[in-house]
């Protein structure tokens, strides 16, 4: 992996599901995978804030937590980023309407188990939801709720709509009302590829 440092904006949440902008931290602009934009505890807990998975009081104290522990907060680091690879190679061999490698699902079902042990039934309106209290285990929040959240998604009628960019590796789930999204943005890798044709067809 290249480290990339990223500011993160409004346009890097094309996805629609936190698992997902979780996996499409890697940076690329092909199939590659191989910008890495989560290069430090820092660098995640600022990713984790922009995308909803945690509150700003949240990762401060992650961050104060880190301070006392560095070595503690690298392997979490480690550990997600080890997910976050797992949880790729899944969906997006669903995306592609193939099985996912049965070392993979495991993997998958192992953190599931995980963050149902440390997770408390709560109710949302007229339905029931799983819910991750970081003060009971602050470094497996995160990795916790991207899990419970790839749960949500794999027992759910969105898993047809999950697509993969066909340029880049971006995983999305298409709510278009013609369920025909290629891109993960239309002006990202949609231009990208416009631009791509353009030159093909001027080429001699």
Known sequence: MIPQPHEWSVEDFAAGEVCLEFTNTVGDHSKTRDLERLIDWDALLRWAVA????????AQEL????GRDAAAAKRSLQ???????????VLSA???GQKPAREDLEGVEIAVHGALRCAHLVQQNQSFEWDIRQSESPLKTLLARITLSALRLL???????LRECQRCSWLIIDRSKSHGRRW????ACGNRARVARHYRTRSP
């Open 51 to 58: 995308a909803g998975a945690l509150n700003a009081t949240e």
């Open 155 to 161: 027992q759910s009628a969105d898993l047809a709509l």
């Open 184 to 187: 993960c943005r239309a002006d």
């Open 94 to 96: 669903l995306a592609a």
């Open 79 to 89: 550990n997600l980023l080890n997910f976050r690879d797992l949880l790729f190679r």
């Open 63 to 66: 961050r104060r937590i880190a």
